[in-house]
């Protein structure tokens, strides 16, 4: 990854800032949605309802269920350096507690 920003800031003229931008360097990921398409169960995806395991239920927060964002399926990221903190197997899942959301500082309830 160094070599690609060093040639990318090299392009540009911005070797100067080289030390400053290797140390602020982030991991991430970028995802590309794609609309309208069948997915297997146990693919990774965005909104819906989750594919969640026999006896696994969706969490709850205040006895109330929390809203699934995505689920994402590892083993589907082999193209993608994927953190090596997380597992290679299995799924992973995102809720949130919609209930109250906070909004520049302050508190929205829906």
């Known amino acids: 990854m160094e070599a690609k920003v060093h040639s990318l800031l090299e392009k540009h003229n911005l070797l100067s800032f080289e030390r400053e ?9 970028c995802l590309q949605l794609e609309k309208n398409k069948e997915l297997p169960l146990g693919s990774s ?19 109330l269920p929390l809203t699934f964002i ?3 399926n590892p083993e589907e990221m082999n193209e993608v350096p994927f953190p090596t903190c997380l597992p290679a197997k299995g799924m992973l899942y995102f809720f949130y507690q919609a209930d109250e959301q906070e909004v520049r500082g302050e508190k929205e309830h829906n």
Do not use: H, S
């Open 70 to 72: 995505a689920q994402y």
């Open 21 to 29: 931008v290797l140390d602020n360097l982030i991991p991430c990921l």
């Open 45 to 63: 995806k965005m909104g819906g309802l989750p594919d969640l395991t026999k006896g696994c239920r969706i969490p709850l927060y205040n006895n």
